[in-house]
């Protein structure tokens, strides 16, 4: 298959490349000449339909309590070597506060996985509570029941984060306990679909055992499942979970990082008027691993928020960047940066999906 025809067809149109095309380019080789090619035509898409602006997200770890226990994650139930902390609703409000003084329109509250009314009827609370800040709130809590999903919407909630991991199953449960359910996880996505949510999933890159052909078809599952934002990063050890990577055929993490980067961009030629997140992980790898992540299609950051008193109980993987810089800190830093590549922070702007209201506005003329 001839790459340039490939690039330039999913240049011109959205959806328009098969499976088949997808994984050749997710298995192009890192560092050639073609993978430039490939970051060039979604950097332009990008630009196209976005612009050279980013969106802003402060993101708040709000706990690091979970009740499940994923292979890959180092706040994991079974880790016993991380101090557990759940934030109260006071501190969330104050750095939700903090973001709106920062000019971010946005924010992600995030934690690990609790489902009991006390904790339904708080993250109600937090959500009754920073309505006046008009804010766009996104939740990033696992799975819930729908009744759940359909509380926090109405209490304020307008978009939710939850990463299928793999679309492939068999990839999942070697990833997972058996107790836990990757049919429940697509059914908890459609749930989210039903309450009116921007719904955002995402995968995991670089996974052992994963393959081109895997990722290829996470990208079709993004626009079946109706995805309107995308969170995706490579997946780095941590030291204290159970899944390492194979003894003889580990990546070099300037490997992982290309990957992950030839799956964002993909993903934008793919699904042009997505949000796609340049995830925190990519830092981990590199330095300027989020700006690559941006030349490569991404058009979302979500610089951290948390207290650095508690950053390094919320590390999922080793090598979390940033642990010791607070939230005033990473505004500056990561103004620089995007200065430093061409692109603007829309501050004072939510930055919904373009692909949500287009997908609404299409409903809309479908029922008039
Ligand atoms: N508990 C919620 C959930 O799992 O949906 C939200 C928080 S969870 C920490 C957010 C994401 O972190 C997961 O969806 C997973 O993809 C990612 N993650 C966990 N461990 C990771 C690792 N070792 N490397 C990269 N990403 C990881
Ligand atoms: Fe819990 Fe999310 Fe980590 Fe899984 S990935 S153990 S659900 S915090």
């Not at 934690?111 to 009314?117: A, K, Q």
């Not at 984060?161 to 996505?189: C, F, G, M, Q």
């Not at 941590?238 to 899944?243: I, K």
């Amino acid at each position: 298959m001839d790459v340039a025809d490939i690039l330039a067809r999913a240049e011109a149109r959205s959806e328009a490349l098969t499976e088949d095309e997808l994984a050749v380019l997710l298995a192009l080789p890192p560092r050639s000449a073609q993978e430039a090619a490939l970051f060039a035509a979604a950097y332009r898409v990008k630009c196209r339909i976005i612009g050279k602006r980013v969106s802003i997200r402060g993101l708040i770890e709000a706990g690091n309590v979970c009740a499940k226990d994923c292979f890959y994650c180092g706040i994991r139930r079974s880790n016993k070597n991380v101090g557990r902390y759940s934030l109260d609703a006071n501190e969330i409000e104050a750095l939700a506060a903090e973001a709106k003084r920062f000019g971010y329109a946005s924010i992600v509250i995030q934690s690990g996985e609790i489902e009991s009314e006390e904790h339904t009827a708080f993250i109600e609370d937090v959500l009754r509570r920073i309505a006046p800040l008009d804010l766009g709130v996104t939740l990033s809590l696992g799975e819930q029941s729908q009744e759940t999903y359909r509380r926090w919407r109405e209490a304020g909630a307008t978009r939710y984060l939850l990463r299928i991991e793999t679309s492939n199953p068999e990839l999942y449960a070697k990833l997972h306990p058996a107790s836990h359910s990757w049919r429940r996880r697509v059914d908890a996505l459609k749930a989210l679909g039903r309450c009116g949510y921007q719904v955002g999933t995402g995968v995991m890159c670089a996974l052992p055992g994963q393959t081109a052909r895997d990722l290829a078809r996470d990208i079709i599952f993004y626009r079946d499942i109706g995805a309107h934002m995308i969170g995706m990063g490579p997946w780095i050890p941590h030291h204290d979970a159970p899944l390492r990577e194979p003894q003889d055929s580990r990546m070099p993490p300037s490997d992982k990082l290309h990957l992950a980067l030839r799956m964002i961009a993909a993903t934008r030629l793919f699904l042009h008027d997505a949000n796609i997140a340049a995830s925190t992980a990519l830092q981990a790898l590199a330095d300027d691993g989020r700006e690559q992540g941006i030349m490569a299609g991404a058009n979302v950051i979500m610089p951290n928020m948390t207290d650095v008193k508690y950053r390094a109980a919320y590390q999922l993987y080793d090598g979390k960047p940033c642990l010791g810089e607070n939230a005033a800190l990473c505004r500056g830093c990561l103004e620089r940066r995007l200065d430093a590549i061409g692109e603007k922070i829309l501050y004072g702007q939510r930055g919904d999906s373009l692909r949500f209201r287009a997908a609404h506005a299409q409903a809309d003329a479908a029922g008039a």
